[in-house]
């Protein structure tokens, strides 16, 4: 019976694959004829049409903030592109450059596939975590459907009757069932999985193929904490499905990979290609018809700088590869020999952003000597990794960047002064690396808040330029509101609580960035009854005020990630009421306080404060 059910999937996908691009999420979409491929050049806000025969760009066109995803719709001249920021999906004619259209969509569209008649398009929405149907002849949504939490990768099945998606922090993949609009099966990975971005499905095989890392959250060490893997996953109906999960660090001998981002498939089957975005290189394998080895390893070979797509083109000639802080695509035949490479777009922002950019993506010297862990790996695009660590000093939840650039002092016990303190991170035992300023620095002893004593900027031009970067992370408004300035009335009552003297939050969540954290000495923490059943808290139990501002995706919270929900952080969390005064709250005025919360940024926070710290992008350097 399982047999028969395996045999008849099989079929389907034998008789419905046919080599149209577009069908699992990226960066790139090379068109059906091979002749022209489109890019998304995610901080330049534009998508750029590539002669692939002329081997030039013939035009780039603005898009909006973070496109995130592309794909020709049909044989073009129109394509699909998802703009992060701005809750919409843009339909281009590649042709003319002009904008036909902008759908408006649920928020943080990030992956589009279409199906090769270009009818209709699906798109991944990381949060709140949907998939959405375009009708793209009409160019309206007309279903969302509930698909996991935080899913990025989206893959649209040969026969066009499921959808696969991968969540991001998870690795989890889930199959949603298009007739029905439900999530139908679920291949868990290890609990550890996380930063799945892409799906890949075999054109002709029940396979689908998620790169992502691990993180080993006890491990805090350059060579234990983080690990590049792809996970296999049976699609076949039947009890014996199985997801199994490769180490690319020991598929390559000796030879250590960083941040697996995205993989590809030739259309005949045979080729299996994936790129790591923290090495700059990539491994090229075959795959193996059977059901345990899937792949073999063919070689290992360098990329350009930060490759975050990888395409074959549908006639099986050349693998394509954005090497985004190249700003170029490089053109390859299919054992990859370097034929050349194409300009994709100007750089977005300054050279000095550009360079802190490339620093914070890469595991390679100066940053890392052993190439396991780069910034990015925890960090991801300046978010964060949904992870509490288990460091030295305590459990610690990974930050975002968030308004970072008027909220210093940094860490949640605030023993960092500027992001050019994390010299001590580069040359710590999670990084190993040589670090960025010349000479040394004075070392660490046990947990004092050595870093606050030495001054790390204008030390190094690389460091400075890492601390710009950092400090420039872009935040959209938060979806949960009406309008901008406008909240949805339960929100709005929220705030009216938020601000009640004897509620108490406003008292340090204060100012446009919700905190009263400040870089005037001595710095102003406080214990709200968090940390105390913490047995391995060595810096005492007085916390740095964190900001406000996207925590509506930031779960989970509190310096050690005790509170799974933001209701946790003012009931479970408070019981003592020394975190504001939540116990005499009704019910309802608590989901008030959190829909508020929830809002958050409701408007564009100001560009200075008095807080505003010097090593950031201004504005003059901003180019979108
Ligand atoms: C293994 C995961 C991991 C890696 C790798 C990592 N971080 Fe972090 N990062 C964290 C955690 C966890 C915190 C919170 C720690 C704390 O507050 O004590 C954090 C906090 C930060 C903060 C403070 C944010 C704030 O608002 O307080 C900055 C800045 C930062 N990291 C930058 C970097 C840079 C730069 C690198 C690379 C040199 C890096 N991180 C590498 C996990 C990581
Ligand atoms: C006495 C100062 C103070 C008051 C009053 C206060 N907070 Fe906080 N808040 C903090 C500190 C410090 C932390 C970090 C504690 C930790 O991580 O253990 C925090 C953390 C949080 C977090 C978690 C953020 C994250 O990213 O994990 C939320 C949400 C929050 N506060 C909301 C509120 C609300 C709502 C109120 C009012 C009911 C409030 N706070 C009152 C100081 C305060």
């Known amino acids: 019976m399982v047999r028969m059910t395996w045999l008849a999937s099989l079929a389907f996908f034998v008789c419905a694959s046919a080599a149209f691009a577009g069908t699992s999420n990226s960066l790139m979409d090379v068109h059906p004829d091979s002749k022209s491929l489109l890019v998304a050049n995610t901080d330049s806000g534009t998508v750029t049409l590539i002669d692939l025969e002329k081997k030039m760009a013939v035009r780039e066109i603005k898009v909006g903030k973070r496109p995130e995803g592309v794909t020709w719709i049909g044989n073009g001249p129109l394509a699909a592109v998802t703009v992060n920021h701005e809750m919409a999906v843009v339909i281009v004619d590649t042709a003319t450059g002009k904008i036909e259209k902008t759908i408006r969509v649920p928020a943080e569209p990030y992956g589009i596939v279409s199906d090769s008649k270009g009818a209709t398009a699906f798109v991944s929405h990381e949060y709140p975590g949907l998939v959405t149907e375009i009708d793209l002849v009409k160019g309206v949504v007309v279903r969302e459907i509930p698909a996991g939490v935080m899913p990025r990768g989206i893959a649209l099945a040969p026969d066009g009757k499921r959808v696969y998606v991968s969540e991001f922090y998870t690795g989890v993949l889930n199959a949603i069932d298009l007739a029905s609009g439900k999530i139908v099966d679920s291949w868990k990975g290890h609990a550890t999985d996380n930063l799945a971005?892409?799906?890949?499905?075999?054109?002709?095989?029940?396979?689908?193929?998620?790169?992502?890392?691990?993180?080993?959250?006890?491990?805090?060490?350059?060579?234990?904490?983080?690990?590049?893997?792809?996970?296999?996953?049976?699609?076949?109906?039947g009890e014996d499905r199985r997801r199994v999960s490769f180490g690319m660090d020991t598929f390559n001998g000796v030879y250590v990979t960083t941040n697996p981002w995205e993989s590809a498939i030739s259309p005949d089957g045979k080729r299996f290609y994936v790129i790591y975005a923290g090495t700059n290189d990539m491994n090229i394998c075959s795959v193996v018809d059977d059901d345990y080895k899937e792949i073999e390893r063919i070689n290992v070979a360098r990329t350009g700088q930060n490759p975050r797509a990888i395409r074959v083109s549908p006639d099986n000639k050349n693998v394509y590869i954005y090497n985004a802080m190249d700003f170029s695509v490089s053109v390859h035949t299919t054992s990859m020999a370097y034929v050349s490479s194409i300009k994709a777009c100007e750089p977005a922002k300054s050279p000095e952003w550009v360079r802190g950019k490339v620093l914070f993506n890469t595991a390679n010297s100066p940053m890392s000597s052993r190439r396991w862990v780069a910034c990015s790996s925890c960090h991801p695009d300046g978010l964060h990794d949904a992870r509490t660590w288990q460091q030295g000093e305590g459990m610690r939840?990974?930050?975002?960047?968030?308004?970072?650039?008027?909220?210093?002092?940094?860490?949640?016990?605030?023993?960092?002064?500027?992001?050019?303190?994390?010299?001590?991170?580069?040359?710590?035992?999670?990084?190993?690396?040589?670090?960025?300023?010349?000479?040394?620095?004075?070392?660490?002893?046990?947990?004092?808040?050595?870093?606050?004593?030495?001054?790390?900027?204008?030390?190094?031009?690389?460091?400075?330029?890492?601390?710009?970067?950092?400090?420039?992370?872009?935040?959209?408004?938060?979806?949960?509101?009406?309008?901008?300035?406008?909240?949805?009335?339960?929100?709005?009552?929220?705030?009216?609580?938020?601000?009640?003297?004897?509620?108490?939050?406003?008292?340090?969540?204060?100012?446009?960035?919700?905190?009263?954290?400040?870089?005037?000495?001595?710095?102003?923490?406080?214990?709200?009854?968090?940390?105390?059943?913490?047995?391995?808290?060595?810096?005492?139990?007085?916390?740095?005020?964190?900001?406000?501002?996207?925590?509506?995706?930031?779960?989970?919270?509190?310096?050690?990630?005790?509170?799974?929900?933001?209701?946790?952080?003012?009931?479970?969390?408070?019981?003592?009421?020394?975190?504001?005064?939540?116990?005499?709250?009704?019910?309802?005025?608590?989901?008030?306080?959190?829909?508020?919360?929830?809002?958050?940024?409701?408007?564009?926070?100001?560009?200075?404060?008095?807080?505003?710290?010097?090593?950031?992008?201004?504005?003059?350097?901003?180019?979108?």
């Open 397 to 624: 939840k990974t930050t975002a960047f968030i308004g970072m650039a008027h909220t210093h002092p940094l860490h949640w016990s605030a023993d960092r002064d500027e992001v050019q303190d994390f010299e001590f991170t580069i040359r710590s035992k999670l990084m190993f690396g040589l670090g960025l300023i010349k000479g040394s620095i004075k070392s660490k002893v046990g947990f004092h808040k050595q870093e606050l004593e030495e001054k790390t900027s204008d030390r190094s031009k690389d460091l400075d330029a890492l601390a710009i970067y950092c400090n420039s992370i872009e935040h959209p408004l938060s979806p949960n509101i009406l309008a901008p300035g406008k909240l949805k009335p339960a929100a709005e009552r929220g705030r009216a609580i938020f601000q009640r003297k004897e509620v108490g939050c406003a008292s340090c969540h204060s100012g446009a960035y919700f905190t009263d954290s400040s870089l005037k000495l001595p710095f102003v923490l406080h214990d709200v009854g968090t940390g105390r059943s913490d047995k391995f808290e060595r810096m005492g139990t007085k916390y740095d005020t964190p900001t406000l501002l996207g925590i509506y995706r930031t779960a989970p919270y509190l310096h050690d990630g005790t509170a799974l929900t933001l209701h946790d952080v003012l009931t479970t969390q408070n019981k003592d009421d020394k975190h504001g005064k939540t116990s005499g709250l009704a019910k309802n005025e608590v989901d008030d306080l959190v829909e508020f919360l929830k809002s958050l940024p409701y408007e564009t926070s100001p560009e200075v404060t008095p807080n505003t710290v010097p090593h950031r992008l201004l504005s003059a350097d901003k180019k979108q």
């Open 197 to 237: 971005r892409h799906v890949l499905l075999h054109p002709t095989r029940p396979k689908a193929y998620v790169a992502h890392i691990r993180s080993i959250i006890k491990v805090n060490d350059g060579a234990g904490s983080i690990f590049p893997h792809l996970s296999v996953c049976d699609l076949k109906l």
